[in-house]
């Protein structure tokens, strides 16, 4: 393939851009940020040679049909479950993602909505910028600690290691993880316990944060009874994909008090959000922010970048994943 025809379904960091467009002639760039939609990206598996799509772009098993051109699929994320890898490696395309160089920020992201929904920061800033806050008193917007309550992670990997490190180091969170994959995670937190079941830890922890992959048997890990099975004082943390937990249960538990709160930065359906859960006041609510910071999504852009290159150069990417 001497000079592949590219295209890239949502604007990337600039310089990012800059640099495939300086690798390669035929690059079709997304200036204006439209999703290409369902009709967009069919036309673009049949033209392009290379397509570099992201979690905002929905490509089934029904895309991969018929003739279809492109032979690179490089997902700018770590996360692929919005692409069916299976259909898209039957039509003989390679799929790459970006893991690693986004474990940090994204589990910077989910302390983040763990302190803002225990301290109740998000209702805090919405009282004064509203001009409700009366002044200070001592039973004022009361939240709960973070420092020495028990971390519970669901989802060992890299993200979840990251998590559990800056809970463990930063806040003297004692560590109790489950992590369903046969391996020993190497994250170095004294004490750290492994359970067998997804149960002890919702039963244990005070904090429970999620990061498993989404789709492939973990649509609505976390439903009633799982929610169940947290105390009412625990907070349950999504960083990881929307899918995880059924947000109906979710919404059904905070009204309730079966949960404290939740932090969330995922959804079922993004970037619809539900105006039940826009109303709980004890759900801190981010726009899929996990990896947004310019050094990350520049860093993703050219590992990116770096698994086409591979491919076009006959070398296996480092981050193939089908
Ligand atoms: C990821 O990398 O999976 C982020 O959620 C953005 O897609």
């Known amino acids: 393939m001497d000079e592949p025809v590219i295209v890239v379904t949502r604007r990337w960091p600039e310089s990012v851009e800059q640099e495939l467009a300086r690798r390669f002639p035929h690059v079709q760039l997304n200036a204006d940020d439209v ?38 699929l490089g997902n700018f994320g770590v996360g692929y479950n919005h692409i069916d890898v299976e259909a898209a490696a039957k039509a003989g395309i390679v799929v790459t993602n970006t893991p690693r160089v986004l474990t940090n920020t994204t589990a910077d992201t989910a302390m983040t909505l763990m302190l803002m929904v225990a301290r109740r920061a998000g209702e805090g800033e919405r009282e004064v910028r509203a001009g409700r806050w009366t002044g200070w ?43 369903p994959v046969d391996f020993e995670p190497d994250h170095g937190i004294p004490g750290a316990r492994r359970v067998s079941t997804k149960e002890e830890v919702l039963q244990t922890a005070d904090f429970v944060s999620l990061h498993m992959p989404g789709s492939s048997g973990n649509t609505h890990l976390i439903d009633a009874a799982a929610l169940a099975q947290m105390k009412p004082t625990a907070f349950l943390i999504n960083s990881a994909r929307g899918d995880v937990v059924d947000q109906k249960a979710l919404i059904e538990a905070l009204k309730s008090g079966t949960i404290a709160g939740a932090g969330l930065d995922v959804y079922e359906n993004e970037p619809q959000i539900t105006q039940e859960l826009i109303e709980l006041d004890n759900a801190v609510l981010l726009p899929h922010l996990g990896s947004a910071t310019l ?28």
């Open 137 to 179: 008193r001592p039973t004022h917007m009361m939240g709960a600690d973070v420092t020495g309550k028990t971390l519970g992670i669901l989802g060992m990997g890299r993200i979840g290691v990251a998590v559990a490190r800056r809970g463990h180091f930063g806040f003297g969170m004692p560590v109790v993880f489950y992590d």
């Open 35 to 72: 999703p290409l939609g369902r009709d967009g990206l069919r036309a673009a598996l049949e033209q392009a040679d290379v397509v570099l799509p992201t979690v905002s772009d929905r490509l089934p098993a029904e895309l991969f049909e018929g003739e279809v051109r492109t032979r690179f």
């Open 295 to 322: 050094e990350t999504r520049t860093a993703m852009g050219m590992l990116v970048l770096d698994n086409l290159q591979d491919f076009l150069e006959g070398r296996e990417p480092s981050c193939r994943v089908a």
